[in-house]
Nanobody, 115 residues
Framework: QVQLVESGGGLVQAGGSLRLSCAASRTLFSPNTMGWYRQAPGKQRKLVATITTAGSTNYADSVKGRFTISRDNAKNTIDLLMSSLKPEDTGVYYC?????????WGQGTQVTVSS
């Protein structure tokens, strides 16, 4: 039903910033939680940050103070502002949506941070 499309990935130097965006194809059922997950090479996909319809956020310890997640409920989008990037932030970032109807994933966008 819902398609999630990520954008904004790329190659950046350590210490730089990058902004990821995720757009949903239609109005979302509420309440819901949207978030970003990262899969590093050879590693399991792990939570980076989530945000609820009401705006409550949760971050992985490794990104606290550096990443900021936000959402626009009217436009059905979420963003992830990544600052002070480190090589260990490298991976494929996936947009996620969860509501009472199920769970959905985007196709992912590659983020590479060089040292």
């Amino acid at each position: 039903q819902v398609q999630l499309v990520e954008s904004g990935g790329g190659l950046v130097q350590a210490g730089g910033s990058l902004r990821l965006s995720c757009a949903a194809s239609r109005t979302l059922f509420s309440p819901n939680t949207m978030g970003w997950y990262r899969q590093a090479p050879g590693k399991q996909r792990k939570l980076v940050a989530t945000i609820t319809t009401a705006g409550s956020t949760n971050y992985a310890d490794s990104v606290k103070g550096r990443f900021t997640i936000s959402r626009d409920n009217a436009k059905n989008t979420i963003d992830l502002l990544m600052s002070s990037l480190k090589p260990e932030d490298t991976g494929v970032y996936y947009c996620n949506l969860g509501n009472y109807n199920g769970e959905y994933w985007g196709q992912g966008t590659q983020v590479t941070v060089s040292s």
